[in-house]
T-cell receptor, first 112, second 110 residues
Framework: ETGVTQTPRHLVMGMTNKKSLKCEQHLGHNAMYWYKQSAKKPLELMFVYNFKEQTENNSVPSRFSPECPNSSHLFLHLHTLQPEDSALYLC???????????FGPGTRLTVT | GENVEQHPSTLSVQEGDSAVIKCTYSDSASNYFPWYKQELGKGPQLIIDIRSNVGEKKDQRIAVTLNKTAKHFSLHITETQPEDSAVYFCAARGYSTLTFGKGTMLLVSP
């Protein structure tokens, strides 16, 4: 788990709050991903960044706002979320020369 | 886009038995098929993968087979142990991203 770290591990927020999730990868990779994992559903890709540039936005609502200041860090800024946004949010990274994605432990988000 | 179906959704076996999880995919252009293991409270961990130019790959007790014609691939775990209990996900890589199956909860009873 030391390859990709995520903070916080657990987060409870109200619908009017603003919070941010943080991901850091220590693998020297240049691609980073945000996924949403809900019970009994496949992992849903949200955003992809390559060399700090967003290359994919999978029709994610604007209440989720990603930020990638450098190849090692990825943030997901949250505001005015809905209860159905409660889920495990996973970050992953990949080296451009490989297909292998490595996941962090996730942030368990509960929206009340 | 790619669509990945995974079966079964739950699988219970006795310690020492074999376990097989199957996935099908829809995009014939998909060329990379990883399997992930997710334990409670952890993120998915890559356990084995296979490229489309290979039919089978083995790593100790774990093996993956790929049938490109039928567009299906399978994970085989032999001599299962209680620590193999987890949720297993298959995935297929199409143009640039991975599409995941819904997962299989494997329970290995001592």
């Amino acid at each position: 788990e030391t390859g990709v770290t995520q903070t916080p591990r657990h987060l409870v927020m109200g619908m009017t709050n603003k919070k941010s999730l943080k991901c850091e990868q220590h693998l020297g990779h240049n691609a980073m991903y945000w996924y949403k994992q809900s019970a009994k559903k496949p992992l849903e890709l949200m955003f992809v960044y390559n060399f700090k540039e967003q290359t994919e936005n999978n029709s994610v609502p604007s209440r989720f706002s990603p930020e990638c200041p450098n190849s090692s860090h990825l943030f997901l800024h949250l505001h005015t979320l809905q209860p159905e946004d409660s889920a495990l949010y996973l970050c992953a990274s990949r080296d451009d020369s490989s297909y292998e994605q490595y996941f962090g432990p996730g942030t368990r988000l509960t929206v009340t | 886009g790619e669509n990945v179906e995974q079966h079964p959704s739950t699988l219970s076996v006795q310690e020492g038995d074999s376990a097989v999880i199957k996935c099908t995919y829809s995009d014939s252009a998909s060329n990379y098929f990883p399997w992930y293991k997710q334990e409670l409270g952890k993120g998915p961990q890559l356990i084995i993968d296979i490229r489309s130019n290979v039919g089978e790959k083995k790593d100790q007790r774990i093996a993956v087979t790929l049938n490109k014609t039928a567009k299906h691939f399978s994970l085989h775990i032999t001599e299962t142990q209680p620590e193999d209990s987890a949720v297993y996900f298959c995935a297929a890589r199409g143009y640039s991203t991975l599409t995941f199956g819904k997962g299989t909860m494997l329970l290995v009873s001592p």
